[in-house]
């Protein structure tokens, strides 16, 4: 992999903004870096493994949306 890491400055070749960004924001930017980088590689298995971290932290943007919802209802 090539270095990809949360709070890397550099995202896509340019620079972010200095803002704090979200948790959830921060997968997908990191989501979004890792499938750009997979599609620079030949097809095996660094490329699969680059585009399942990128699907896994998708899920994990999705669901954390989800629970931090406000219409999510407490259990019954």
């Known amino acids: 992999m090539n270095g990809s890491k949360f709070g890397d400055p550099v995202a896509g ?3 972010m903004n200095r803002k704090k960004l979200s ?6 930017a990191e989501a979004e870096t890792l499938k750009r ?3 620079q590689l030949p097809h095996g298995k660094e ?6 971290k ?14 931090t919802s406000p ?3 407490p259990p019954r």
């Open 54 to 67: 990128a699907r896994q932290l998708e899920t994990a943007s999705h669901v954390n949306e989800w629970l």
């Open 23 to 28: 948790l959830e924001e921060q997968w997908r």
């Open 13 to 15: 070749g340019r620079i």
């Open 37 to 39: 980088e997979a599609e």
């Open 47 to 52: 490329r699969e493994g680059l585009l399942r």
């Open 71 to 73: 219409g999510l209802a």
